[in-house]
């Protein structure tokens, strides 16, 4: 895919009724599914500049729902849900050929299944710089005791944390996953005077690279920017984890799974690290994204790693600002628009 710069678009929340749809002025159909108001907002916006007509649909794709692909050979779904083998077949039935995630993983479909029923997927492009600014931010709270500062202050107790912060011009950070990502990472992490180490089965960037192992056992940090796959499913895994030096931090706005959670909890309990930022975490889907506040929650390790003072959670939110959203659903019209070239250029 040829990556066009987004347009400098600032998403605005608009009311919509809990299921709905429709079409804009004729052109290149695209059905949209998971589409949140948000994101409504700028497909209204965006998509007629390129001669688009979508067809918005606020629920995820599934075999209900399938209908409304209405002879589009392209379709755009969110990363919130899961996407079944059943419902891939259905799509490829209904003539759907092309699908464009809006994220950057694909964790969440099964792409060798999708081509085996004739689908390609493709993934989007957004500004790197909003997960790379939140995660210099669980950085500076992780290393500054916030999680532990705050709830004491929520309780109304305003004297020093027992235990003293560390600046980050002392510390060796290792970074794993030196894309578009990592590398901003990298970037800001120049700027605090750090050691930096890196790691990735493509080394590209201006950086002292190191195997991981090493990055693991050197690191004051370790910081996760590496997509999930069958080969990076549990990357810090026990025996990693093991390895690192005590007291250190793990940070993760990659994908839950890149740890092993049990493990990591594990050594959080005991002492031996010495905290975990995560706006990611293994077991999150049907959790994250949702109002629970009334609701029980089912993942004992979310539970075990809550009651820990020295563990900050957000709820995979680190890629979401309105430059990246904006980003997010122009990339995925030219994807769409790309592939329906391509293909006219085949025929």
């Known amino acids: 895919m040829t990556y066009r710069e987004p347009a400098r678009t600032a998403a605005r929340r608009t009311r919509a009724p809990a299921s709905w749809s429709f079409a804009t002025a004729p052109g290149m159909g695209l059905t949209v599914y998971g589409c949140e108001p948000d994101e409504a907002a700028l497909f209204r916006q965006l998509a007629p500049r390129f001669g688009v007509a979508p067809t918005l649909v606020e629920d995820a794709v599934s075999e ?38 809006r994220s950057v993983g694909c964790n969440h479909i099964d792409v060798e299944y999708a081509k085996s029923v004739g689908i390609s997927v493709g993934n989007v492009a957004y500004s790197p710089d909003s997960v790379a600014d939140y995660t210099l931010m669980l950085m500076l709270m992780a290393v500054r005791n916030a999680q532990s500062t705050l709830r004491r202050t929520d309780a109304h107790d305003y004297r020093l944390n027992e235990e003293r912060g560390k600046e980050l011009r002392d510390l060796t950070v290792g970074t794993v996953g030196t894309g578009r990502i990592g590398a901003a990472v990298m970037d800001r992490l120049r700027g605090f005077g750090c050691r930096i180490l890196a790691h990735d089965i493509r080394p590209g960037t201006n950086a002292e690279y190191v195997p991981l192992g090493e990055l693991v056992r050197q690191s004051d940090l370790v910081t996760l920017h590496t997509p999930l796959n069958a080969e990076t499913h549990h990357l810090l895994d026990r025996r990693r984890i093991d390895t690192m030096k005590p007291g250190a931090y793990v940070i993760n706005t990659g994908r839950g799974a890149l740890i092993d959670t049990e493990a990591l909890a594990s050594a959080l309990e005991s002492g031996a690290l010495g905290g975990a930022a995560l706006d990611v975490l293994e077991g999150e889907d049907g959790i994250f994204y949702a109002d629970r506040r009334d609701a029980p929650i089912e993942s004992e390790l979310l539970l075990r790693l809550r009651k820990l003072p020295n563990v900050l959670i957000t709820p995979h939110t680190a890629y979401y600002t309105d430059h990246a959203l904006a980003d997010m659903v122009e990339s995925s019209i030219v994807n769409c628009l790309d592939f329906e070239s391509r293909k006219q250029h085949w025929i």
């Open 64 to 101: 209900a729902n399938v209908a409304l692909v209405a002879g589009n050979r392209c379709i755009s779904v969110g990363h919130k849900t899961r996407i079944t083998e059943r419902t891939l077949l259905a799509l490829g039935q209904a003539g759907v050929q092309y699908v464009s995630t």
